[in-house]
């Protein structure tokens, strides 16, 4: 049995290191924010290349407070993507604005920055592009974009810690960057976390507001707030794990070589790392039209996948009433029927990449 991702091995090998950090965190009983929380923004902004970064429940919280900073507002249309997790989406929702949805690029299921220019309209407030699988957008041309039209960069870096765009980290390129410590996240919390990340101290000091019940001192509710605290426990918990990232991160990328190595002519379209990025494989995930039966035959040999993800946002019930129905996002859609992530974690062993891929040259044999 081969699994999808193993958060029990990566926890048994800091074991001692974790149980150290959240007895202190208990006996100091800074329960929710605290020092170990505002020692870990320093760490973790300082880490992703900004100047400041506010934690806060999840990465879901960090972009619904990150669009609220950025001033957006009900009717206003922020121009993001419909290839993601459901969270970016709705984070938009939140703030009752619009989200308008462009295209990916095929190589790298990445925003289509050509197609930007023509989504903006007079109510255009910001962009929202996603680090989809941990490789970066193509921040550049769409940062100049931005910069003429004057609209807000919030970049989804969700699935993207320590992933750099032309050798800078991302979450501190755009205004806003807002990050995920969902567990299995590459930087995972045990519980859940999130953090925005900005070099402006007026929008960390918005985030910060606004994350405690808008309250500029105690019991003194400037704005209207939400109780959105990153807990005490997972601060001290990701300082730990913090100072495994970097470790971790080059597994991962062993991992996605050796994968690349091993299925070459395996018939599937591979992943790509885009010249400009440096990849930090949040999932691997390659394509096939015969996804479905691929996904069987591996199932059926104890390898575990999975599909990230299988209905685009537009064609989702929820959120059908901001698109145009099926045929609107064509890269999108047949991107969605294709996908396939193979196990992906740090701690997966060489022997198990390796009957990974024999399974996978059977399965195109048999098939
Ligand atoms: C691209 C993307 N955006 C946002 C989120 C939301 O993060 P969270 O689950 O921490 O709320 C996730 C993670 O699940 C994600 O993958």
């Known amino acids: 049995m081969i699994p999808f991702l193993d958060l029990q091995s990566q926890y048994q090998s800091i074991k001692d290191e974790i149980l150290d950090a959240v007895t202190a965190c208990l006996e100091s009983t800074q329960y929710t924010l605290g020092k170990e929380v505002a020692a870990f923004e320093e760490e973790f902004a300082a880490y992703s290349g900004g100047q400041l970064g506010v934690g806060v429940n999840s990465g879901t919280s960090a972009l619904h407070l990150a669009l609220l900073a950025a001033g957006i507002n009900p009717g206003d249309e922020v121009i993001t993507v419909s290839c ?11 703030c009752g604005a619009r989200p308008v949805f462009v295209d990916v690029e095929p190589e790298t299921l990445n925003m289509d920055v050509r197609q930007v220019e023509s989504a903006i309209t007079e109510r255009t407030k910001a962009i929202l592009p996603v680090h989809l699988h ?9 940062m100049e974009i931005a910069r003429r039209h004057k609209l807000i960069v919030i970049e989804d870096a969700a699935q993207a810690h320590s992933a750099e765009y032309k050798g800078r980290r991302v979450g501190s390129i755009g205004d806003l960057g807002c990050f995920s410590f969902y567990p299995g996240k590459n930087l995972g919390a045990y519980g859940e976390g999130g953090m925005v990340v900005t070099n402006h101290e007026d929008y960390a000091r918005k985030v910060r507001m606004l994350r405690d019940w808008g309250q500029e001192s105690k019991y003194h509710h400037v704005l209207k707030g939400f109780n959105y605290r990153m807990e005490g426990i997972q601060g001290a918990i990701l300082r730990v794990k913090l100072r495994h990232l970097d470790a971790w991160t080059e597994a991962r990328r062993h991992h996605a070589a050796s994968y690349g190595k091993l299925l070459v002519d395996a018939g599937l379209q591979l992943p790509v790392e885009a010249p400009y990025s440096r990849h930090v494989y949040h999932v691997y995930a390659v394509r096939t039209p015969q996804r479905d039966t691929l996904q069987h035959s591996l199932q059926a040999k104890g390898i575990q996948t999975g599909i990230h993800y299988p209905i685009p946002v537009h064609l989702q019930n929820a959120y059908c009433e901001f698109g145009c129905g099926v045929g609107q996002l064509p890269v999108t859609e ?9 196990p992906m974690f740090p701690e997966l062993q060489e022997a198990q990449i390796e009957a990974v891929a024999t399974a996978i040259h059977e399965a195109a044999h048999n098939g």
């Open 334 to 342: 047949k991107a969605a029927a294709e996908l396939l992530s193979l």
């Open 84 to 94: 993601t997790f459901v969270a970016t989406v709705a984070a938009i929702d939140y």
């Open 134 to 142: 941990g490789q970066p957008a193509d921040l550049d041309p769409l």
